[in-house]
């Protein structure tokens, strides 16, 4: 079985704990419905990222309250480069599977499509 990375973005409007994990819940609910039979127990590990403007929580918590309670994850914060994205949330999954790389599918929503418009454009 190969581990493969699956990438996914979202923004929100302010530095808002309920804003932060309603869209980081809505992230991880979009790749797995993009990537179908990925189910937590396949996820190796989550690293998440926020930019520098987001600090009242962690988004791991969002995946905590979907119940991946086994899943490791951590968290870090973005490389402050300017004239980046701001109210920025990353992801990026290791999923344990069998799919080759070309039946990934990465995420990327609202303001974060700016991100990869090239993968955006094929959800």
Known sequence: MS???V?????VLQDDPNQIL???QELLEAILRANPGMTPEEIASALFTVTADLSSTF???AARRMGWSLVPMMCAREIPVP???PLAIRVLLH????HPQREINHIYLREAVKLRPDLASAQ
């Open 3 to 5: 581990i493969r990375g």
């Open 7 to 11: 990438r996914g973005a979202t923004t």
């Open 22 to 24: 309603d869209a980081t």
């Open 59 to 61: 988004p791991p918590q």
């Open 83 to 85: 004239g980046s994205l």
């Open 95 to 98: 999923w344990n599977t069998e």
